[in-house]
């Protein structure tokens, strides 16, 4: 299973920026994917997650700004609105499926 993220990038404080995360390989219909963050000095984070029935999670940082979503058991997007300064970090798709794969990060920059 690999997971290909794209859409990172710089932005304003207040702007908007959309990631989009792909599957391949072997992966089971029923599955939870999700979006992770990593700040310089600080541990890897939940941002949101999102399964394939449906259900959505969210960290309370995020609520009501960034939206996480899924065309298909195999993609997942998330669309970041509002952006502040502290948002700036490494995003990790990542899909679980009793195990857990991840893939490479992708930068997003808040600047103020």
């Known amino acids: 299973v690999q997971l290909q993220a794209s859409g990172g990038g710089v932005v304003q404080a207040g702007g908007s920026l959309k990631l989009s995360c792909a599957a391949s390989?072997?992966?089971?219909?029923?599955?939870?994917m999700g979006w992770y963050r990593q700040a310089p000095g600080n541990q890897r984070a939940l941002v949101a997650t999102a399964g394939s029935g449906g259900s959505t999670n969210y960290a309370d940082s995020v609520k009501g700004r960034f939206t996480i979503s899924r065309d298909n058991a195999r993609t997942v997007s998330l669309q970041m609105n509002s952006l502040k300064p502290e948002d700036t970090a490494v995003y990790f798709c990542a899909l679980h499926m009793g195990m857990d794969y991840w893939g490479k990060g992708t930068q997003v920059t808040v600047s103020s």
């Open positions: 390989g072997s992966i089971f219909s029923i599955n939870v």
